[in-house]
């Protein structure tokens, strides 16, 4: 664009090209924090700022926190008059241990040597920036010497342009030296020699090095592709870390902070849960990325290269202070040092959320397809391949804490992986709290226990600096923790470093995160679930998959099997078995408890959870825009959603658009959703947003479902009410009579067939569900509950809910057990055969109707 306030449309692209641009100094700082703010920007180009109202020492400091952006991989700022106090500011903003910075344009900016002084100092440390284009400044023989020193230890730099100059045969001597020693650049753009008897010399020693390493690296790239094709196999060293707790606890946070960024205390808190990447490399520096389509490469670059090491199992160091962190004043507690909150107001210029689906190859590097390669992904070799081949890759789940989700979040919970129990310890100092939370960590606890009993479990407490005592109430929360979960939860990894069963942090003052990082990383490395090797044709079909997301975020299985096929897996059974791999380790979401839940691939999945959390929410917490549902004349419609639990279809085509088929059949299927056929207008029933507690308990006689010797997850009962109306609304489609149900947060009443109503209820505290019907259908109440049950079970709980039956009179508390009751027959529970063979069509007409589900 040229002149002008730049378009607020831009703020939220991933590529941005604002051109040559006139600019004052308040539209380009609001710019930038707005783009900033969002935290997607992948590539940034400017084609000059000279002209604009502010300097180039001005434009450094405006510009720089775009570099402290995890996600940019392209800065370019051409004829912007940086100099190299304004270029000094700008690279303020890198940060060496999680930039992802690939490509750096500052050609014609009036840099000289103190510029290239201050580039040298980041690229000395730096092994993630390939190309950098420097011609038309002033660079003379000093700055080509301090770029000397960097190219004889720097590996990542593949491509230099110092054309038009200012140094002479001195400069170009120092360099030659250095290229001795460098194998990485394979493209070097330098001056024609104005003096042939001297310049010439080392220009020509500089040119037959660079070939040298372009024909190494045409060799590299060779054998990098070979290995891909072969049939291979080899470890994928990546795995998936959840993060679960009570609301308000500290988990983005935590996320934010194992990612490296700073502390925000205006993080709203997450709405249904959000996936980041990142690469765990050596002294504890993890890489906020996105999953690119180059799992292959990478690995078949630990194969080719003879590199076969992932993570090494020692403590860390870090070896880079981040000069913007602002450190209070540390006090001692103890033998551990820890820092106070002072109560500053800490701003932020970075936002955690990494959209995964928005990662594409912005390689500048041309993509050549190669005949006889089957898929259409060529693979681009670079010595940066090294490092990142060695990394452990995680995806990072952080689930929101508030209720609400908690029933959405069964679905997305893997048996494989690291979970993150993420507590604030000081609420178990608050004898006002202390119960609540402790139920709380219990019921995590449990649920971990119940979806991934053979994964292990960090307990991660936030708050650190705030605990008054310090180290003694770090120790006295240890106590209680490890009488209220060790003997029952032997998954739990214990903190060795401390001796401690928990990991004590505080994410404001980064304190104990490097002891958290070194846990997760020792964890994932001994893990023999992800040391198991997988065929290279797999990790060539996921390539494939993910190359997809420019056009779409999820693909039909058949779409899925044919890309496989491709690949070379060609049976059915190999590509169930690789789907379910790449969906327990974050890199898809495939979900299998049905029909269409399998018939759908998401190669995008932070895109499906953010979808399911526009009508899955805390309607009071989480609002949406207010303005826009208004304007839409449906502003009754979504407080009937988030009060009552009936989405009317025109909310739903509203917040869905195009996809809302796809969603209302994924939602049935998962059971979080049932059409409601109780109105004029086409509605759904969303149990889960059922507010209103019903304070009355289920009358006697009555059967109970006990789950208290295991676990009765939030989401089982909301499910069960699905199921029920879904039965009774067959009825009604029929045009048979049928109740309107009386629907509560915890109990329901529900016509399931003509004149046959049951009422359920939910007591968390007791753990039980409860039934009772009008005596005549007792019996096939209980059948068909029982079976609605066991569906929920099988189908989201992998067979896992265990649960006992007890039966209460009518004039007595006693509860008799199942098989007591049995024996006795116990009215109006159990008949005689005559009766069970009446029931037998009813039978026969529910596995169906659970079956077609």
Known sequence: MKGGVIDPSVYDSVQIDIGNVLLSREEAVHFVAEV??????????????KHSEFDGLECGSIFSPFLGLTSLTHMSLRNSSLKDFGLRNLLSGIDNRYTRLEYIDLRWNQIGDLGMESLCVVLATNDTVRKIMLGGNEIGNEGLTKLALVLKENTS???????????????????????????????FSLDAPTNPNEEDQFSEKIELLVKRNRKSFHKKRKQLNDTIKESVEASWNRARVMLVGQGKAGKSATVRSLLGLSFNPQWDSTIGADVSETEARKNGRWLASGIRENQASKVAARLAFGNSSTVEDTPAKDKIENPRVLKPTAKTIGPKTFIPYNGKIWEDSQKAEVDTAMFVDTSDKKKVQKKGYQGGLDYEYDESLHLSANSLNLSLWDFGGQEVFYSMHHIFLTENGVYLLVFDMRELLNPQAVDETSKYLLFWLRSVRLHAPDSSLILVGTFLSDLEKGQEDVVMIDRFLKKLAREKFPQIRPNTEDDLLLFPIDNRYNLGILPLKRAIERIVHNDPKVAVKIPMRWLRFLDSMLSKRKHTSCLSIKQVAAIARDMGVTSVEEQEDALRLFHNRGAITHLTGSETLHSIVTIRPQWLLDNLSLVIRDGDLHQLDEQEIEKAGLGEDVRNTF??????????????????????????????????????????LIPSQLKTVHKDHVQAPRCLFNFSESFLPMGVFQRLVSLCVIHGSRHLEKGKPSMRPELYKNFAVVEIEPNFVVRIGEDTDNQTISLSSAPEFAQRGFKIVTAMIQKISYDVMKSRLKWDVQFQSKTSDECISLLEAQNRKLFPWFSNAKDDEQNSAHEHDLNSFLKSL
């Open 643 to 684: 009060t009552e639990g009936i989405a009317s279809r025109d909310f739903l085509e509203f917040v869905w658009k195009y996809n809302t088929d796809f969603f209302v059949d994924l939602m049935r299927s998962a059971m979080l959703l049932s059409d409601w056929n109780f109105g004029t207008d086409r509605s759904y």
């Open 157 to 187: 730099l593949s491509s230099i342009d110092m054309w038009s100059n200012r140094y002479d045969s001195l400069g170009l001597k120092e360099v030659a030296a250095a290229m001795e020693m460098n194998h990485s650049v394979i493209e």
């Open 36 to 49: 900033v703010k969002r935290g997607r920007l992948l590539e940034f180009v400017c084609g000059g700022l």
